[in-house]
């Protein structure tokens, strides 16, 4: 009886481990970290105002998501003594060495690997019918507001860019967008806009061209 009392604490001893390591693995991946959504303000664009201020337009898929990176966005100190010593104010220029003089924000982003279908607008110029890619040109790298720290998980406004996702995205010079009203999830050929406005991908393909 004794021994049979021994075999059963043993394999609850092996069980409770077993529940342990798994959880542990449950918390240490994305599974169970907790999530918040990135917060962002952007001008209030139409289409019409994004095709003209975005660098880039693709249509494109998503081919996969890269690491999460983390960047310092330096900014003056507000101390007005800084200010008011120097000459002009619009002229003053900041010495980022110097700490007394600047501060930092840190912004994550994910890099977001996006193989293009249809290139619409490429550095800023109209790439129409006949534009011919060059092959760095066939990938486009969007750099994803948020991502995964240790301990977080920060997702977009919108939802995050999985593999395999097709997507119309607008861009500037270094692949940022400004927020969900510049990344256009496409669905079944269908796309909305972020009034709700229903397109098909090719109508809205064409639509860009006649805005840029």
Do not use: C
């Amino acid at each position: 009886m004794k021994r049979n009392k021994k075999v059963t604490y043993t394999l609850f001893t092996i069980s409770f481990l077993g529940i342990s390591i798994l959880s542990g693995f449950l918390v240490a991946s994305s599974i169970f970290k907790p999530t918040i959504e990135y917060s962002a303000t952007y001008p209030n664009y139409t289409l019409d105002e994004l095709s003209k201020v975005a660098d880039n337009i693709v249509y494109g898929k998503v081919e996969a998501r890269g690491e999460t990176v983390s960047e310092k966005i330096y900014l003056p100190k507000t101390n007005n003594e800084l200010i008011s010593n120097s000459s002009e104010q619009s002229s003053y220029n900041l010495d980022f060495t110097k700490q007394e003089e600047v501060t930092y924000v840190e912004d994550l982003y994910t890099d977001i690997s996006v193989k293009i279908i249809t290139p619409i607008k490429m550095d800023g110029k109209i790439a129409g019918a006949g534009y011919r890619m060059t092959m760095e040109e066939q990938t486009i790298l969007y750099k994803e507001e948020g991502g995964e720290t240790e301990n977080l998980r920060i997702v977009p406004d919108g939802g995050e860019l999985n593999e395999g996702d097709e997507v119309i995205l607008f861009t500037n010079h270094v692949g940022k967008s400004w927020g969900p009203q510049s990344v256009l999830k496409v669905i079944d050929g269908a796309v909305y806009d972020k009034n709700g406005t229903k397109y098909n991908v090719e109508e809205l393909i064409s639509r860009l061209n006649d805005d840029i």
